[in-house]
């Protein structure tokens, strides 16, 4: 008896002593989707959580990528804060700058100190470099990258009798064509965007000083400086009054909808707007969005990119940093991304990704997603492929007012864009002096 009952107290005496099954990490990630793409992000939580047990991935909608900007900075004062937040392109400088005040955890360092290999020169270069520092560390983790496209109505082409232009001179050439058709010939989304940023990627011109931010902090846009871009919206408000191209004020769904609609030729949008789009337009198709041949002498330049990246925010444990380091190389497997990249309509982020989906076949199946990756590879830039400007999200604001003013015939177009440089070189310099 003696013997049995010492023999239960060890055993009482190890089970005591045994460590706790440990509860699985809970990983929260704030992400700026709706609907179908806030469906795919949330598959992509469901895969993780599947796959292992140590940690849980609670993805949550903001809204909108400017709700999100606005969600975090609130909940970081607070001290309530996710692990994980998704910042858009016109926030990254917002970002990196947040690194020397202890807010962003760099995603180069995390890796290093928490022991995890990565393979940097996967990630392709002007994906990569448009989130990483001055000295090209990644600060950001690529995830959502888009870029600008010119998506067609083929029955609309069809019945016109054209074809979809690659120049904007070969649009001006059909537009008055399409018109007299009875079809809106031209609408685009996001003037600050498409017809701002990417006007100056697309024709190898500098937007900012300093190197588009990249040698020096930027004080000043360069718009009115630049006289093919205002050679490029004057042309733009000849279009409105021709009724080559109709405004539908700034919001992004107002100005799809005549393409939706089966009213408009073509619509300039994102990459990101090709999984929304299949089922409801029967027949489109999309192209690199075009160019003025007269000013690059007929070279093809790339766009910057869009989209966003995943920033990881500091204040967390080893534990959940961990964790985290073990979800960015899930997130970023050829297999996600090439799963995200076909159901989204974003670009793959690595070569990994883009080598998977040759090898299967997956681009001759898909024209429409080799557009997107062969828009953003296109080389010979003698510009950086992105810019480094602090309060972007501001300026975009100062471009819509002005740019709606214009469309309006409320201000020229010299005006406009004088008026434009004046607004931006105050947020400029107010983002420098923080720096400091």
Not at 247 to 252: A, D, I, N, P, Q
Not at 299 to 318: R, V
Not at 366 to 391: C, D, F, M, W
């Amino acid at each position: 008896m003696k013997k049995f009952i010492a023999s239960v107290a060890a055993a009482v005496s190890i089970l005591n002593a045994a460590p706790a099954i440990s509860e699985p990490v809970e990983l929260h990630y704030w992400h700026g989707h709706t609907g179908k793409l806030e469906s795919i992000i949330n598959t992509i939580a469901e895969r993780w959580n599947e796959s292992q047990n140590e940690s849980v991935l609670i993805p949550t909608s903001k809204g909108s990528y400017e709700d999100i900007l606005a969600a975090f900075i609130a909940a970081y004062r607070a001290g309530e804060h996710p692990h994980m937040v998704q910042v858009y392109d016109a926030g990254a400088a917002i970002m990196v700058a947040q690194v020397k005040n202890g807010v962003v955890y760099p995603f180069e360092d995390m890796a290093a100190e928490h022991g995890v290999a990565f393979n940097k020169e996967d990630y392709i270069p002007g994906i990569r470099n448009f989130y990483a520092d001055e000295n090209g560390k990644m600060i950001g983790i690529p995830f959502n990258s888009s870029t600008c496209l010119m998506y067609a109505n083929m029955d609309i082409l069809e019945k016109v009798g054209v074809d979809v232009p690659r120049t904007y001179e070969e649009f001006e050439a059909v537009a008055q064509k399409i018109k007299d058709a009875g079809y809106t010939p031209l609408v685009q989304s996001h003037s600050p965007w498409i017809w701002t940023e990417n006007f100056f990627s697309r024709h190898n011109l500098l937007m900012t000083d300093g190197n588009n931010g990249y040698s020096a902090v930027p004080t000043k846009t360069l718009f009115a400086e630049t006289p093919e871009f205002l050679t490029h919206w004057t042309k733009v408000k000849e279009w409105k009054d021709k009724g080559w191209y109709d405004h539908k004020g700034r919001s992004w769904g107002d100005n799809q909808a005549p393409f939706i609609a089966g009213e408009a030729a073509f619509w300039l949008g994102s990459a990101a707007s090709f999984s929304g789009m299949k089922g409801i337009v029967p027949n489109f198709t999309v192209n690199h969005i075009p160019y003025w041949s007269d000013i690059t002498g007929g070279k093809e330049y790339p766009t910057f990119i869009g989209g966003a990246a995943n920033w990881i925010l500091s204040g967390k444990t080893d534990e959940e940093y961990e964790a985290l380091m073990k979800l960015a190389e899930f997130m970023t497997t050829p297999e996600i991304q090439l799963f995200y990249h076909n159901m989204s309509g974003y670009a793959a982020v690595t070569y990994s990704a883009t080598d998977l989906a040759n090898e299967i076949g997956f681009y001759e199946a898909s024209p429409y997603h080799k557009a997107v990756g062969e828009q953003l590879s296109l080389t010979g830039s003698t510009i950086p492929g992105g810019y480094r400007a602090g309060n972007w999200p501001q300026i975009r604001e100062v471009i819509y007012d002005n740019v709606h003013k214009m469309l309006n015939d409320e201000i020229s177009v010299e005006q406009a864009w004088e008026n434009t440089d004046k607004g931006a070189a105050k947020l400029l310099n107010q983002f420098a002096k923080t720096l400091n």
